[in-house]
């Protein structure tokens, strides 16, 4: 069974880049199965998609973060990550990686991804002076 | 950007009630929307997907309903574990985006 970890610091300063790696176990970073992203929650409020990597590398991103979302993966050490730049108190989030199955559709005729099933348990970054 | 307004914000209700929670599209998203339960401190838990395909190991009296713009998720004969904030997702097109929430919580 997919099992994934965020891990990455709780605290960080304004203008400083958050670096998160959600490590994966039970399955393989490389598979054509499996999509991988990112989801936050600030404090108190409702979730919010980051961005996805897809199996051949590429990415889909919130175009309320695009200018500061890197998104990657790296099959060595069965992992993907999250770096966003230039954070603020606005970034203070819980912060979950998750994955989603891809599948041929024969309604939609196309190999799409599926919405995300298995989460990390989440990670807090604080973002404070 | 699809819009996702979810209804209501909150509810309160007994143990053993039916509760329906909707959310609507700003645009049509066919049948591509799932249904996720999220109990504080936890990650959320997807119950439902493809708008009406019960997730493996949830239990059946959660449903998803609905096609195009307008979708609905039931609970019939409310447990007490199922006192948590539930979400909507359309994962039709990008950016993906969540529905507002529905906290349900005890009568």
């Known amino acids: 069974q997919l099992q994934l970890q965020e891990s990455g610091p709780g605290l960080m300063k304004p203008s400083e880049t958050l670096s998160l790696t959600c490590t994966v176990s039970?399955?393989?970073?490389?598979?054509?199965?499996?999509?991988w992203g990112w989801i936050r929650q600030p404090p108190g409020k409702g979730l919010e998609w980051i961005g996805t990597i897809y199996y051949s590398g590429s990415t889909d991103y919130n175009p309320s973060l695009k200018s500061r979302v890197t998104v990657s993966v790296d099959t060595s050490k069965n992992q993907f990550s999250l770096k966003l730049n230039s954070v603020t108190a606005a970034d203070t989030a819980v912060y979950f990686c998750?994955?989603?199955?891809?599948?041929?559709?024969?309604?939609?005729?196309?190999?799409?991804?599926?919405?995300?099933?298995?989460w990390g348990q989440g990670t807090m970054v604080t973002v404070s002076s | 950007d699809i819009q996702m307004t979810q209804s209501p914000s909150s509810l309160s209700a007994s143990v053993g009630d039916r509760v329906t929670i909707t959310c609507r599209a700003s645009?049509?998203?066919?049948?591509?929307l799932g249904w996720y339960q999220q109990k504080p401190g936890k990650a959320p838990k997807r119950l439902i997907y493809a708008a009406s395909s019960l997730q493996s190991g949830v239990p059946s009296r959660f449903s998803g309903s609905g096609s195009g713009t307008e979708f609905t998720l039931t609970i019939t004969s409310l447990q007490p574990e199922d006192f948590a904030t539930y979400y909507c997702l359309q994962y039709y097109s990008y950016p993906l985006t969540f529905g507002g929430g529905t906290k349900v919580e005890i009568k």
């Open positions: 645009q049509d998203i066919r049948y591509v």
């Open positions: 039970g399955g393989s970073t490389s598979s054509s199965s499996y999509s």
């Open positions: 998750a994955s989603a199955r891809n599948y041929y559709d024969t309604r939609r005729r196309s190999t799409v991804t599926d919405a995300f099933d298995i």
